[in-house]
């Protein structure tokens, strides 16, 4: 039994080299996808400001008796991508996980090289005429805000100031609020003033952001970021 042992265990070893060269080989060989598709989430043409990372838009693709699905993550500002190989693909926008109206309708996308594609959304809720100002220690927004679908109605609208330009309710320094019940007319402005901490007044410049929450919808909608120079 010893002698067996004994020869067993180089042969044991050289077949666990094998396997691992060949793995190697075949990462080696893996083919990477060369195209990319770039898009935007728009309302009539513009893009739709989101929390970073917080919206996912889903790539399906049919594999041999299955489909394979690809997560999407947007950005804040509404520009999403991901790198493919060319082919037929469903993209899909997930129920309850955006600041609009659910449209579960697929867009059918034929990849061929890089390839640029706009997904349309309908917002509950949109911000028109933002102005910013600096004051003594606090930074203020004055903003129209126009409701597009009257599904839903209105919670609060939030104004974020950060120190870098992702600025959202997960990153941020500061922020004021007013609910849904202190808006009485949203054809009147509506401005909301933030104080700054000793911290941030000291800073040359701080970035401000709108965002609006819509009752029994978990993402708000965006404003673009803006920077407000304090010195």
């Known amino acids: 039994m010893k002698a067996n042992n004994i020869h067993f265990k180089p042969f044991f070893l050289a077949m666990l080299a094998l396997t691992a060269l060949l793995s190697a080989c075949e990462k080696d060989n893996r083919v990477e996808p060369k195209s990319v598709l770039t898009g935007r989430v728009v309302y009539e043409g513009q893009p739709v400001g989101l929390r970073s ?19 999407v993550h947007v950005r804040q500002d509404g520009t999403f991508s991901a790198a493919l190989f060319d082919g037929n693909y469903k993209l899909v926008r997930l129920r309850g996980n955006g600041p609009w109206v659910d449209n579960t309708d697929t867009i059918e996308v034929a990849l061929s090289g890089n390839t640029e594609l706009d997904v349309p959304v309908q917002p509950y809720f949109v911000f028109q005429n933002d102005t910013y ?50 808006i009485k007319d949203l054809s009147k402005p509506i401005t909301l003033t933030a104080s700054l901490s000793a911290a941030l007044a000291g800073r040359d410049y701080v970035y401000v952001r709108v965002g609006v929450k819509t009752s029994g919808v978990g993402e708000m909608l965006f404003g673009t970021p803006q920077k407000v120079m304090l010195k």
Do not use: H, M
Not at 53 to 71: A, C, D, H, M, S
Not at 134 to 153: D, H, M, Y
């Open 53 to 71: 990372n917080g919206v996912q838009l889903e790539i399906w693709q049919r594999g041999y008796q299955l489909f394979t699905k690809i997560p």
């Open 133 to 182: 100002a600096k004051g003594e220690g606090k930074v203020s927004a004055t903003f129209n805000l126009k409701q597009i679908n009257t599904t839903r109605t209105l919670e609060r609208v939030n104004l974020y100031v950060g120190t870098t330009s992702i600025v959202d309710p997960n990153n941020n320094a500061g922020n004021a609020q007013e609910v849904a019940a202190n």
